[in-house]
């Protein structure tokens, strides 16, 4: 479904991603695993049109979306939630929500898929009315794939979605996202918690200084004595 080939991204004199290579196939988890400033935002950034590529491809069901606009790439139902959450705090939850469809015209299925999104996430629909600047950290991350769903789309990007969440919270986060791969969306996942990242996905690549260094089932990469030591812990 999402192949990127030899990816180069530079930001000024600085090397990114450095012929990057990987593929998500139709309803796969992919998790991409790395340290910090190793290229794992950028690789999702340059994936959804919001950095551009150096040189290299990104083909989204066999077509080529390198060179095209994010809105375009949205429209071809990529979507991205973003590092940090980015929703929108003076907005309620509805109007966030609202936001995630703004590129539809189905008006009666956009009341459908909100009402699915309160499904998944109870309480988004308890606090519809509620501004979303006034959410906890957890409560915000839910609203920002809510919204993401919004655009229903066939690739969902997730960029850190467990960050700055109580451990609790991250296995909740896990399970929306293995339901919301259950229902049909293919996702590709960065995220540094390795461990719960790895426990989920399908396949799972892990990016060094920029450059792709290993590749696996999730299953293979969680009992690599290299992966052990480097990203979870030494266990």
Known sequence: MLEIKSLNVHYGVIHALKDASLTVNKGEIVTLIGANGAGKTTTLRTISGLNKATSGQILLEGK?????????????????????????????????????????????????????????????????????????????????????????????????PSMGLAPLLVREIFDIIKNINNEGTT?????????????????????????IVMSGTGEELSKSDEIKKAYLGGE
Do not use: C, W
């Open 64 to 160: 080529d979306i390198t060179t095209i606009s994010a809105p375009k790439r949205v429209e071809m139902n990529l979507s991205q939630v973003p590092e940090g959450r980015r929703i929108f705090p003076a907005m309620t939850i509805v109007e966030n929500l609202e936001m995630g469809a703004y590129l539809r015209k189905d008006k009666a299925n956009i009341k459908k898929d909100m009402e699915h999104v309160y499904e998944l996430f109870p309480i988004l629909g308890k606090r519809k009315k509620q501004t979303a600047g006034t959410l906890s950290g957890g409560e915000q991350q839910m609203l920002a794939m809510g919204r993401a769903l919004m655009s229903r789309p066939k690739i969902l990007l997730l960029d850190e």
């Open 187 to 211: 996702i590709l996942l960065v995220e540094q918690n390795a461990k719960m990242a790895l426990s989920i996905a399908h396949r799972a690549y892990v990016i060094e200084t920029g450059s």
